[in-house]
């Protein structure tokens, strides 16, 4: 009985490592797709007089580059498609 236990907690521990190597490998797929979201700096206390805070552009959604990459491939695949044809076409002559 003691030995079906301890093959038991080498199994769970198994398990547990391959769910941290797949939280790893999720988490630099996201990071890559998303093209790293930065986090804003904590400012560090100052003493004296402190300057005013930076002007902060407007930034883009960040849905937007996906939106785009999309378009880029939508764009890709319509000019294949339309090379295709052409070809077709030709060979069809």
């Known amino acids: 009985m003691r030995e ?3 093959e038991g907690g080498w199994g769970l521990l198994i398990v547990l490592l391959a769910l941290a190597i797949v939280a790893f490998l999720a988490r630099d797929a996201l990071t890559a797709y998303l093209g790293g979201v930065v986090r804003p ?3 560090t206390p100052s003493r004296g007089a402190q300057d005013p805070p930076p002007e902060i552009a407007p930034s883009e ?3 937007q580059r996906p939106v785009e990459r999309a378009r880029g ?3 890709t695949v319509a000019r294949g ?5 052409k070809a077709l076409e ?3 002559r």
Request: hydrophobic content about 30%; charged content about 40%; aromatic content about 0%.
């Open 81 to 85: 498609a339309e090379a295709r044809a």
């Open 90 to 92: 030709e060979r069809g």
């Open 41 to 43: 700096a904590t400012p």
């Open 73 to 75: 491939v939508e764009d």
């Open 61 to 63: 959604p960040s849905m």
């Open 4 to 6: 079906r236990r301890s």
